[in-house]
């Protein structure tokens, strides 16, 4: 499921045992053209485990306001646990099929590309039909006269044919399922990004950063049905999600200078202190004056859709620090502590279907059994526990279960699942 | 006066039990459920037109264009546009006329809404326009550049016929949080009222701090009016204070 099991998965890498002493991609033993990658066999245990936390945060942003959303990242700046998602994402696509690019080819490596898009789908296809039991659930039960007007959301159940068609050409998604589509398309991008990765990384991105900012020059966007766009921009997000990959094929080793210096470190520092202020306004209305309100009207709206600048360097700053300040080596990494969110980022795209099912599921109890704010803090622990658990029956299927089919299937299987899911 | 006493007590009891016990069995009557920390009553923006039509003793003439949010079906008078009007009269002197006119824009985008306001407006001539819109834009997912374009539209032609706004945004509705996203709209309200002095009654905020607070439970799946009614209720109270202060019509203008 990650790089880990890909990377002694695949074909050319049986070194399972190589110890993750190496600094990460600095040590680059595999060389290529323009593009390096990491030493075979380690496992980034720092990626597993902020991967797992963005899907924490993601369940939790995903659940009605209570006490725990107090803890999600998106309350102390700008950014969110979407960009880690998407970025990290990005990280480990690029080298589980990065290296199968290398060391195979461009249709082995689009061929695992394209049945990992297939399982994200597949995926999304389930949350949707959870989706549309719940809110044909709401529409027979819930007659509130507050809300009628809320209830034209029902409205589309009217037309199921067109609704259930629409959804699976990915057009019509409902709140709180926006993440998946996205993946999907960058992921589909993947193989180009890849084959452009290794032709010139550093233009890969430039191209990736062009592309970024003729979106918001021209105001291009991905329609969705009935009407409107897609709530993540996959024109966009794909910026961060370039940046990823760049930075798993070498990138981050060529940047470690920038990332060492003390002037990144504080200019990182400042942003984040001045996104931290900024958002305190929002929840302390009384300190809204305080406010230039020129600064305002150059800043609002900080856009979600399109992957907002503010946003994307305040991520870049979370990632600076991130780096310097928990190196690889960090013992705490092997805590039994961590271990729950190192779990759950190793089989990231089951848990985060999870993440999106328990929302539903917490919104439903809250709903019709209690609400109050014990019940909702309830909620959200038993929610991450279950993820845990279930991380935990998946690892337990992969090491022990699956091991008695023969060895070469079991490790291309892991192979295709790796990629950044 | 024992009774009374007691009574209240009793009451005391019963809003502090309130927010932990499931609400709905357990809905203050009294307005103190309307209660609201004073940030969400006050705002910056100013009502010039107002503030001069009522120390001019001039009869104020409002006008709320909303949605189907704005009325309860089958108790129009329970509504929050007369609930208003009722507040505002008895808060402003006693020759203050006020006439509280609602149009309803059922089903209609804010750009939809924004196209009828010329003629709107040419057909009565109210002081002030509480807008309530996005709840539409929401429901059909309308790109929020696209709407906060309509918004500006909108009270720009508000104001062009001279008179004031007050924006109100969305209602707060947790039953369909998971299918209805609503921040994407509310942010872009609060741009267009920075952005044009307006001020911006926040409806949403309002009604989750009542169901947070637990006066009230606004997950009910309740068919009767009454849970509606009261919301109502405490929506026009807040607005009239709302619309006092902004108008910073003083003790002078008012009652009490």
Redesign the interface.
């Known amino acids: 499921m990650t790089i880990a099991d890909q990377v002694t998965g695949s074909t050319i890498a049986g070194t399972a045992g190589a110890k993750p002493a190496e600094a990460k991609p600095v040590a680059a033993k595999s060389r290529a053209p323009a593009i390096t990658l990491p030493a075979i066999g380690e496992r980034e245990l720092r990626l597993d485990l902020f991967r797992g936390l963005a899907l924490w945060l993601i369940f939790i942003d995903h659940l009605p306001p209570n006490l725990l959303t107090w803890f999600t990242i998106r309350n102390y700046g700008f950014s969110d646990a979407t960009e880690i998602f998407i970025f990290i994402s990005g990280y480990t696509a690029a080298f589980v099929y990065g290296r199968a690019m290398l060391e195979s080819s461009f249709v082995i490596a689009t061929a695992r590309i394209l049945r990992r898009v297939w399982q994200i789908y597949v995926a999304h296809v389930f949350l949707f039909t959870i989706f549309l039991a719940e809110i044909s659930y709401v529409a027979t039960s819930f007659e509130n006269p507050l809300y009628t007007e809320e209830m034209g959301i029902m409205d589309f159940l009217k037309q199921p044919d067109v609704t259930i068609v629409q959804a699976l050409l990915l057009r019509f998604r409902p709140v709180n399922m926006d993440v998946l589509p996205l993946y999907i398309v960058l992921m589909l991008a993947l193989p180009l990004i890849l084959w452009s990765m290794k032709w010139r990384p550093d233009v890969t991105l430039a191209l990736s950063a062009l592309l970024y900012a003729a979106t918001w020059e021209f105001d291009l966007y991905f329609s969705a049905y009935p009407n409107g766009f897609w709530a993540f921009n996959p024109l966009a997000w794909q910026l961060l999600f370039v940046f990823g990959a760049w930075c798993a094929l070498g990138g981050a080793r060529r940047m470690s200078r920038i990332l060492a210096s003390p002037v990144t470190m504080w200019i990182s520092i400042a942003y984040l202190v001045a996104a931290f202020y900024v958002t305190l306004t929002w929840y302390v209305p009384q300190l809204g004056h305080l406010m230039p309100k020129p600064l305002e009207q150059w800043m609002y709206p900080i856009d979600k859709t399109d992957l907002d600048v503010l946003r994307f360097t305040h991520f870049l700053a979370l990632a600076a620090l991130t780096v310097r300040f928990l190196p690889r080596e960090w013992p705490g990494l092997k805590s039994p502590w961590l271990r729950p969110l190192i779990l759950c980022g190793q089989h990231s795209l089951e848990i985060f279907c999870l993440g999106v099912f328990l929302a539903f599921a917490g919104h439903f109890i809250l709903a019709e059994v209690a609400g109050g704010p014990a019940m909702h803090a309830l909620i959200s622990l038993s929610g991450i526990l279950v993820m845990w658990g279930v991380a935990w029956v998946i690892s337990w299927y992969k090491q022990v279960a699956d091991k008695s089919g023969t060895k070469t299937k079991a490790a291309a299987g892991n192979a295709d699942l790796a990629g950044g899911g | 006066m024992k009774a009374k006493v007691l009574l209240s007590l009793i009451l005391l009891c019963a809003g502090l039990v309130a927010?932990?016990a499931?609400?709905g069995e357990a809905v203050p009557a009294a307005p103190a459920a309307c209660e609201l920390p004073s940030?969400l009553l006050t705002t910056?923006s100013q009502l010039h037109k107002v503030a001069e039509t009522v120390k001019a003793g001039k009869p104020l003439e409002i006008l709320v264009i909303g949605?189907?949010?704005t009325t309860?079906?089958s108790s129009e008078d329970s509504s929050y546009p007369a609930r208003m009007q009722a507040i505002l009269k008895d808060k402003l002197p006693p020759a203050e006329t006020v006439h509280v006119s609602v149009e309803i824009q059922s089903?209609k985008t804010a750009e939809e809404a924004a196209g009828t306001f010329v003629k709107l407006m040419e057909a009565k001539t109210p002081t002030l326009v509480i807008w309530q819109t996005g709840?539409?834009d929401a429901?059909?997912?309308?790109?929020?550049?696209d709407f906060?374009g309509a918004v500006t539209e909108g009270v720009a032609a508000l104001q062009n016929a001279g008179a004031d706004v007050v924006l109100m945004n969305l209602?707060y509705?947790?039953?369909?949080?998971?299918?209805?996203?609503a921040p994407?709209y509310l942010?872009?309200m609060?741009?267009v009222a920075?952005?044009h002095d307006v001020p911006l009654f926040d409806r949403f905020a309002m009604m989750r701090q009542w169901n947070d607070q637990?006066q009230f439970?606004?997950?009910?799946?309740?068919?009767?009016?009454e849970?509606?009614k009261q919301?109502h209720d405490c929506i026009g109270r807040a607005l009239a204070q709302f619309v006092i202060d902004a108008a910073h019509l003083g003790p002078a203008q008012q009652q009490n």
Do not use: C, H, W
């Open positions: 927010p932990s499931r609400a940030y910056e949605s189907r949010s309860i079906p089903k709840t539409v429901i059909r997912a309308i790109d929020p550049d906060r209602q509705s947790p039953r369909t949080e998971t299918m209805i996203s994407p942010d872009n609060r741009v920075q952005e637990g439970d606004l997950f009910s799946p309740s068919r009767g009016p849970l509606a919301v």
